[in-house]
């Protein structure tokens, strides 16, 4: 708690204690506070006790007022953090880059190539020795096989990914060629809203919910040519490895 930290007891068992005893009742009182003080270890004055209950209970109707107030899930946090220099001016132009084009060949078991570089991966591609499609089931069938002893997919976004990959397909039969993500199959952490799919943020909460819009990140790598296949898990609000079906399961 806020005021507990202001008086220097964050670092005790007090916070903890009070939470508990406030799931059962509206307001912290004084004898809350003695209670508490008994489990943490700690000793108040009537008169300390009487301040600190007026500065909780200020803070818990300003709680209960912020809780009031809808955030959409697009408002960027409220703090920001610019690490370019001041003196520095950033380059101006259109960004430009040219990928190194890699002789590959397709092997004989497709199976091969599932932890291939992306270089290598898009140079298939390109050159139409495996199809979007292709290399889409591969990482699905994958995702079906691997997934539940991982513990590292959320929802799987077949239809989409497919839709997206034959789509790809024919943009490249007809001679249009997105760039080195073309058809490549990417996950993206459930933190990041697609439109049609739960978006959980790996906490129980949120497991049914729905945000009607897609990232800007998914949006843009729509626009490269990347096909999604799955939403992965991260920890409950993007904290640690422990979600709500789980513990991932990385090596790395």
């Not at 890699?102 to 291939?116: C, K």
């Amino acid at each position: 708690m806020a005021r507990c930290g202001a008086l220097g007891l964050s670092g005790t068992l007090l916070p903890g204690v009070l939470w508990a005893r406030l799931q059962q009742v509206p307001e912290v009182t004084t004898e809350i506070l003695a209670d508490a003080e008994k489990v943490a270890g700690l000793s108040f004055t009537p008169e300390e006790r009487e301040l600190m209950v007026r500065g909780l209970n200020q803070n818990l109707r300003s709680y209960a007022a912020l809780r009031e107030q809808a955030i959409p899930n697009e408002v960027p946090p409220a703090l920001g953090f610019d690490p370019t220099p001041p003196w520095r001016t950033p380059p101006s132009g259109p960004d430009v880059f040219r990928p190194t084009r890699t002789a590959v060949s397709r092997p004989a078991d497709l199976n091969e190539v599932a932890f291939w570089p992306l270089t290598h991966l898009a140079e298939l591609v390109r050159t139409r020795q495996v199809s979007a499609v292709e290399l889409t089931r591969l990482y699905l069938d994958r995702l079906a096989r691997h997934g539940h002893r991982l513990e590292a997919v959320i929802t799987v976004t077949e239809e989409r990914a497919l839709a997206q990959a034959e789509r790809l397909d024919e943009e490249l039969a007809q001679g249009r060629y997105r760039g080195p993500l073309h058809g490549i199959p990417w996950g993206a952490k459930d933190l990041l809203a697609v439109r049609g799919y739960p978006t959980t943020w790996g906490a129980k909460p949120f497991e049914s919910q729905v945000l009607d819009e897609d990232a800007t990140v998914v949006r843009r790598l729509d626009e490269a040519g990347a096909a999604l296949v799955a939403k992965l898990t991260l920890g409950a609000l993007a904290m640690g490895d422990v979600w709500y079906g789980g513990r991932t399961r990385n090596p790395w």
